[in-house]
C-alpha cells in the first residue's frame, strides 16, 4: 500500500500548540499516515540582501522540525517526517542524539529525510562551509548510522571530530535515512545510501529518468532497488480534493511508497480551513485500506 500523509502547513497555520495538536490529531483521524515538515534555521532579510532570489525570507515562519517532533510525538500517533533536514549546516552528533531521543519518544516513528540545502546565508550563520557538502552528507549519514548502532565510534572528516565517544540513549534501529533533493548527484546518493528517497518531480518522464539513476546507484552498490522507498507530494492548489486524488493515482502508477499532501499556498488562513482540504480529499476514498500498490 502507498502510504498518504500530510504536509505541516506550519507558514499558515495559527494558534501555538493547540492548533499543531488539533491539526496532527485530526489528520490521524481522517486516516493520514504521517506529518511532514521542512526545515530552515533561518531566513535571510532582503534589506540586507538586495538580490535575494530565495524562495522564503526572514518573515517565513519555520518550525524547528526535531523539537516539533518531540512535541508532536506525545500528541497524535502520526509517523514524523523531515523534508529535509539540512544535515551538512549541522553537528552531526548533535543530530544523532536528537534524532535517537524523537524516535524513542515516539516508539519508532521518525523518518529522517535530508539533504544538502541551497541558503548561504544560512550556512554562513550557523559556522559551515557550502563547499563540498555533498561529499560531508555521505560522511553524516555514515556517522549518524554508526553513533545509532554502535556504543563507542571514532570519527574524522571535515571538521568534526570524536574519539571514543558514544550516545546513549541509542534507539532500538537505525533510524531510516531518506535522501532529498534535484540533481543526478543527490538521485546516486539516494540509491547508493538511502533508505528512500524524495523526489520534487511529478510522475512522468522527469521522474522515470531520476529513478533511473537511482536504480543504476542502487545497482552498483550491491543493493537491491526495490528496497528503496520513493516518497512523492502532490498540492491542494492543483485541482482541490478531486487533483490530489487523481494525483495519488500518478504517484501510486509510478510505484511510490508514500506521498504526501501539501494545503499551503491555498488561500487558507485558518485551521479549519486546511482541515475542511483534509477531509475532503479523505472523501474521495483515497485512504481506503484497499488502496493497492507496492508493500512497504
Given at each position: 500500500?502507498?502510504?498518504?500523509?500530510?504536509?505541516?502547513?506550519?507558514?499558515?497555520?495559527?494558534?501555538?500548540?493547540?492548533?499543531?495538536?488539533?491539526?496532527?490529531?485530526?489528520?490521524?483521524?481522517?486516516?493520514?499516515?504521517?506529518?511532514?515538515?521542512?526545515?530552515?534555521?533561518?531566513?535571510?532579510?532582503?534589506?540586507?540582501?538586495?538580490?535575494?532570489?530565495?524562495?522564503?525570507?526572514?518573515?517565513?515562519?519555520?518550525?524547528?522540525?526535531?523539537?516539533?517532533?518531540?512535541?508532536?510525538?506525545?500528541?497524535?500517533?502520526?509517523?514524523?517526517?523531515?523534508?529535509?533536514?539540512?544535515?551538512?549546516?549541522?553537528?552531526?552528533?548533535?543530530?544523532?542524539?536528537?534524532?535517537?531521543?524523537?524516535?524513542?519518544?515516539?516508539?519508532?516513528?521518525?523518518?529522517?529525510?535530508v539533504g544538502i540545502g541551497w541558503n548561504t546565508v544560512e550556512y554562513e550563520?550557523?559556522?559551515?562551509?557550502?563547499?563540498?557538502?555533498?561529499?560531508?552528507?555521505?560522511?553524516?549519514?555514515?556517522?549518524?548510522?554508526?553513533?545509532?548502532?554502535?556504543?563507542?565510534?571514532?570519527?574524522?572528516?571535515?571538521?568534526?571530530?570524536?574519539?571514543?565517544?558514544?550516545?546513549?540513549?541509542?534507539?532500538?534501529?537505525?533510524?531510516?535515512?531518506?535522501?532529498?533533493?534535484?540533481?543526478?548527484?543527490?538521485?546516486?546518493?539516494?540509491?547508493?545510501?538511502?533508505?528512500?528517497?524524495?523526489?520534487?518531480?511529478?510522475?512522468?518522464?522527469?521522474?522515470?529518468?531520476?529513478?533511473?539513476?537511482?536504480?543504476?546507484?542502487?545497482?552498483?552498490?550491491?543493493?537491491?532497488?526495490?528496497?528503496?522507498?520513493?516518497?512523492?507530494?502532490?498540492?491542494?492548489?492543483?485541482?482541490?480534493?478531486?487533483?490530489?486524488?487523481?494525483?495519488?493515482?500518478?504517484?501510486?502508477?509510478?510505484?511510490?511508497?508514500?506521498?504526501?499532501?501539501?494545503?499551503?499556498?491555498?488561500?487558507?488562513?485558518?485551521?479549519?480551513?486546511?482541515?475542511?482540504?483534509?477531509?475532503?480529499?479523505?472523501?474521495?476514498?483515497?485512504?481506503?485500506?484497499?488502496?493497492?500498490?507496492?508493500?512497504?
Open positions: 500500500m502507498m502510504e498518504i500523509g500530510v504536509v505541516l502547513p506550519q507558514g499558515e497555520l495559527h494558534g501555538g500548540p493547540r492548533a499543531l495538536r488539533d491539526y496532527a490529531s485530526a489528520a490521524q483521524e481522517l486516516g493520514f499516515r504521517h506529518l511532514l515538515a521542512y526545515d530552515h534555521v533561518l531566513g535571510a532579510d532582503p534589506a540586507g540582501h538586495p538580490n535575494w532570489q530565495g524562495v522564503y525570507d526572514a518573515d517565513d515562519p519555520f518550525h524547528e522540525p526535531l523539537v516539533l517532533f518531540g512535541y508532536l510525538a506525545a500528541v497524535c500517533d502520526l509517523d514524523l517526517v523531515t523534508s529535509v533536514l539540512v544535515l551538512p549546516q549541522r553537528q552531526t552528533a548533535l543530530v544523532a542524539k536528537q534524532a535517537a531521543e524523537i524516535d524513542l519518544l515516539s516508539d519508532g516513528r521518525l523518518r529522517l529525510g550563520a550557523l559556522g559551515r562551509p557550502m563547499q563540498s557538502r555533498g561529499e560531508r552528507l555521505d560522511q553524516q549519514i555514515a556517522l549518524l548510522r554508526a553513533l545509532w548502532t554502535h556504543r563507542s565510534v571514532s570519527f574524522e572528516h571535515a571538521g568534526e571530530r570524536i574519539v571514543a565517544a558514544g550516545i546513549n540513549p541509542r534507539p532500538k534501529r537505525p533510524i531510516p535515512i531518506w535522501i532529498g533533493g534535484t540533481s543526478p548527484a543527490a538521485y546516486r546518493r539516494a540509491g547508493r545510501t538511502g533508505d528512500g528517497w524524495m523526489p520534487r518531480l511529478q510522475p512522468g518522464p522527469e521522474l522515470t529518468a531520476a529513478r533511473t539513476i537511482v536504480t543504476k546507484a542502487a545497482e552498483a552498490a550491491g543493493r537491491p532497488p526495490e528496497a528503496i522507498g520513493m516518497h512523492g507530494r502532490v498540492r491542494y492548489t492543483d485541482g482541490g480534493a478531486v487533483g490530489v486524488a487523481a494525483a495519488a493515482r500518478r504517484w501510486r502508477e509510478a510505484r511510490a511508497t508514500h506521498l504526501a499532501v501539501s494545503t499551503l499556498g491555498a488561500g487558507f488562513t485558518s485551521l479549519s480551513e486546511h482541515l475542511d482540504a483534509l477531509t475532503a480529499i479523505a472523501r474521495t476514498g483515497l485512504l481506503d485500506e484497499n488502496m493497492e500498490g507496492p508493500n512497504r
